[in-house]
């Protein structure tokens, strides 16, 4: 039956198509019967040769599992690269190497060659090499080490593992072969102990009982940074595992290991007792139990399975999978996307008239030296002809050591000195804080490289040093009647009709004050004459956010809609700053404007061609945005 294990139930196949392929692999596989079952102790040969399962584990905690994968067998040379994560842990990288080496050996797993040259056995994977590392479990007695073994196992395994003993009882009894390289190695120091004490946790480790579904489990764990993904427990420091998984690549597989890493590419293992298992990093764990083995020692059908699985996802190590172009979403410039800030008709022509030279590239991905060598020299290309590059990593997930190293790489670049280069979304507490505090503090071109937490942000920031270098704002001095965007149009007549009428007051309100609530019946308007005001949708329930929906400043009106609606505030409007407003009472403009309709006329149409105006503006950012 097919069986899919969530968490630690075991539960019917909903057919998913990771099982789907698992159970046709089987079954292709299913009538190879080449090999030969390990007979070098009577238990191993009693192994049913027909056996097969295949179980693929996920880093996120998924076990799919085909065949018989709940058989038990014994662990054998697939403890290797266990013990030797362990002994890292343990007594760190130098005390390991010095321990035993990293290089193939091209003969038997049970072969008795040793570096003399460096007084070690070649590496950790055959069988001299692990009896050393065997040695390295913690403890004074064998006792000791055999418990710090099976716990270390088990932690991989996600349960408490058992032995088997009477494999290991003739493991002991008839491992001559294993106890001559023992010995060998204590005639040179490259083992402390007797070598019978070390042999006991050799043998011991060798026969702790498994199934397919926990190597699959044990498998990502190693792809997971060390940590089981079933029960969310560091089964070894993370910064081990790339030495692991790199013997695993050259030597795991005995003599056919060269052959292996031609051909399927993945750091793998295998065991006499028929079982494979084999490392995706980052993604997932593969085991394989098939118990007939060819002439290296490996699994007829575990090897052929790790072959077919790499070739049919693409799998192998040096099978390029990255399209590092990928990493430019989106680019527009500044005629196409604006800030939220509403902004005077004079304004807007500054902007419609400079915005074209601001450019926002928009990044997505994981940030590598391919993708971010590729943002880079696009960065450096549009730049030429910028004023401001706005580069947003909104859906950027990561960056590694070598795009923090690329992307601080733009002081002093020629292209174009005068231009300021930004970044936005590179949020302190973000995936990407790595990258904000290297940038922090660097140039971009001449200029320090300024990040801001959003792209609205950075574009009314950019938009207010366009305004600014245009026509330097005059924030000082009080605004006219003029001057006022709702009153444009209007004669001197008309205005000083309009000021005997409405009477503005000045009002003052704190940076952080609440002006207008949502829901209230709104009676006044304001024009801003200082300082700025954010209109926003408060938050909903529990854990909602406010969302902006505008930024408004100097000789802009808020909560004028009330003039035309006559119903309840739709947004609330808070003071971004300081804030200096004339309050116009919305009674008093309506009565003046029984009064003198063609002047009210006037206003509304100023009115609606400012909303006309904003939301023709808000398409052509949805539009843009879009794509
Ligand atoms: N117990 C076996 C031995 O030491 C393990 C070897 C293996 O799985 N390749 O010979």
Redesign the pocket.
Known sequence: MLLTIEGNQLVPSQEDPVSRYLTRLRGELMSVDAGEV?S?IPELARADPRQFAIAIATTDGRVFAVGDASQLF?I???SKPFAYAHAFACHGRAAVLDKVGVEPTGEA??SIVLDDAANQPYNPMV?AG?IAVSELFPGDTPKQRISAMRSALSRFAGRDLDLDESVYRS?SET?H??RAIAYLMRNSNMIGNEPEAVLEV??RQ??MLVNCRDLAVMAASLANDGVNPLTGEAAMPAEFVQDVLSVMHSCGM?DYAGQWAYEVGIPAK????GCVIAVIPGQIGIAIYSPRLDSY?NSVRGVMACRRISADFGLHAFCSRTGVESVLRHELNGLRIRSKRLRTPAERAILDRSGGAICIIEAQGRLYFGTAERLVHRIRKVAANATHVIVDFRHVQSADRAALCLLQGFSGVPENPNCQLIFSHILVNGPLANLRSVLAGTKGFSRPIQIFDGLDDALEHVEAEILYLHAPASEESMLTLQEIVLFQNLDTEELSLLSLSVAPKLTTFESGQIIIKKGELGKTFFVIVRGSASVELPSIGHGGRTVQIASVGRSLAFGHMALIEGRTRGAQVVAETELVCYAISVESLRTFGLEHPSIYAKILMNIISDLADTLHAANETIRALER
């Not at 295998?270 to 007792?273: F, R, Y």
Request: hydrophobic share 25%; glycine share 12%.
């Open positions: 390990a070098y014994t054998q040379s697939v797993f049970n069988n692990a493991e491992g072969r294993n050799y043998f060798c026969s005995y295998s065991g006499v007792s020692g």
